[in-house]
């Protein structure tokens, strides 16, 4: 069974430093690989989606990196803001159509 | 529209009422999930739509439970003699599903629905 882990579970960083989130698979037959944030009392929003094919994704400040036989992902975030602070989730689907999600980090950047 | 809606935004029943919660998915979208988030939790899987064929009802927590997707759009959970424990905001989302040049299985989720059993 797959299983993703993110770790810190919580992070804490001044404005403007770079940062890097971690998701761990243990299972590398992934179709693709989801990174979301979540605010408090909302739903979940898109970032990022790696295919399998795929090694990484860019979008603005943010970057996700996708390494199978490692069984990582990272989501790379430059240049942090306070309206960062969310919590950040990964969220990998199998070939056979199945959804694992991570377990989240809470990120906090500190103004 | 342009995204997933979610109504109502928030309910607040009594113990033992039964409640329905909507999702209208993004036009096009033919697969549907439903996940439940209990607070402070991670999300569980309750239910899954695709085209026309059965759904994947292995997440639901209980015969109080059950779901419809109505001409392959909107759905309607639907949770009888509602329990305390059944708080929780519970999240939609929806996907063009897989293969051809939409289909990236990429999910998009609405706001949820923060069902609140007293």
């Known amino acids: 069974k797959q299983e993703v882990t993110q770790i810190p579970a919580a992070l804490s960083v001044p404005e403007g430093e770079n940062l890097v989130l971690n998701c761990s698979f243990t299972?590398?037959?992934?179709?693709?690989l989801q990174w979301f944030r979540q605010d408090p009392g909302k739903g979940l929003t898109s970032l990022l989606l790696?295919?399998?094919?795929?090694r990484e994704q860019t979008s603005g400040r943010l970057n996700a990196s996708l390494d199978k036989s490692s069984g990582r992902s990272t989501l790379y975030i430059a240049a942090s803001q306070p309206g960062d602070s969310a919590t950040y989730l990964c969220?990998?689907?199998?070939?056979?159509?199945?959804?694992?999600f991570g377990t989240g980090t809470s990120l906090t950047v500190i103004p | 529209g342009a995204g997933v809606s979610q109504s109502p935004s928030n309910k607040v029943t009594e113990k033992g009422k039964d409640v329905e919660l909507r999702c209208d998915p993004i036009?096009?979208?033919?697969?549907l999930y439903w996940y439940r988030q209990s607070l402070g939790q991670g999300l569980e899987f309750l239910i899954y739509?695709?085209?026309?064929?059965?759904?994947?009802k292995s997440g639901l927590p209980s015969d109080r439970f059950s779901a419809e997707r109505t001409g392959g759009s909107v759905s309607t959970l639907t949770i009888q003699r509602t329990q305390q424990e059944d708080s929780a905001v519970y999240l939609c989302?929806?996907?063009?599903?897989?293969?051809?040049?939409?289909?990236?299985?990429?999910?998009?989720f609405g706001e949820g629905s923060r069902l609140t059993v007293l």
């Open positions: 299972d590398s037959a992934i179709y693709n």
């Open positions: 989302a929806s996907s063009p599903g897989r293969g051809g040049f939409r289909g990236t299985g990429e999910l998009f």
């Open positions: 739509f695709q085209g026309n064929s059965a759904p994947d």
């Open positions: 036009s096009g979208h033919t697969a």
């Open positions: 969220l990998l689907s199998n070939t056979g159509n199945q959804f694992y």
């Open positions: 790696i295919q399998s094919s795929q």
